[in-house]
């Protein structure tokens, strides 16, 4: 099995009670990391929990990737945020960026843009991230929606932190050419995976920059249909 698929084959909620109990399981059955998502309306809020899961866990159990929704963070302040606890826990931190769900539901937490509006701040969020993770400080970015000066992150992340990121539309897909490591899909019909591959392969091509790939199922196991 692909690196890509075992990853998110499987997506596993961090237990609350006993948040070492998941990442130690899943390690023992061969996975590589877990997904926290970014259901605020009925999980945990996924930052504190995978902070506590990565606190509470062997070094060895699995990495986490980490959701977020560039509508709730200030990318300065949210890039510092995942430095730190990649410095904390080498090697255990990536970051699936999720540009929005539901109207209703980005609506709870004060967030009303438009799907334009919400992928133009996905773009500048990434952007921002890999500036202040990369560049020697201090940095300074000004634009409509964001806007910091002279930031200093110190110290940097000691290992790079993958950016993960996925959408069916144009935009989305340049987005992830530019500016994201793994490139992820849902699970639906061959030929129209084949399609959306062959659209991002001639992406990489234009820009240069290889991406991963990842296949996004749920598995559904009970008694009887």
């Not at 061969?30 to 926290?36: C, I, K, S």
């Not at 970051?95 to 929005?100: A, D, E, H, R, S």
């Not at 634009?143 to 993958?162: K, R, W």
Request: with cysteine; net charge negative.
């Amino acid at each position: 099995m692909s690196e890509a698929i075992r990853l998110l084959c499987d997506l596993v909620a961090i237990d609350s009670v006993n948040p070492t109990l998941v990442p130690g399981a899943a390690g023992e059955a061969g996975f590589e990391a877990l997904l926290t998502a970014t259901n605020y309306h009925s999980e945990h809020e996924n930052y504190t929990a995978a902070v506590a899961a990565l606190a509470r866990s062997a070094p060895t159990d699995p990495a986490l990737l980490i959701a977020v929704r560039p509508g709730m963070f200030h990318p300065a302040m949210y890039a510092k945020m995942l430095a730190t606890l990649q410095n904390l826990f080498p090697g255990r931190v990536r970051v699936n960026i999720v540009t929005g769900s539901s109207p209703a539901e980005n609506a709870m937490y004060g967030d009303n843009e438009d799907h334009g509006k919400r992928y133009e701040r996905t773009r500048e969020f990434m952007q921002i991230l890999r500036q202040l993770w990369t560049a020697p400080p201090p940095q300074s970015f000004s634009s409509d929606l964001y806007s910091f000066e002279n930031t200093v992150l110190d110290p940097a992340p000691v290992q790079p932190i993958p950016l993960y990121f996925g959408g069916a539309s144009p935009v989305a897909q340049g987005i992830a050419a530019d500016l994201a490591d793994v490139y992820l899909m849902w699970g639906e019909r061959q030929d129209m995976l084949a399609e959306r591959l062959a659209q991002m392969r001639a992406l990489e091509v234009q820009t240069g920059r290889p991406l991963r790939y990842g296949l996004r199922t749920h598995v559904i196991v009970r008694e009887k249909e």
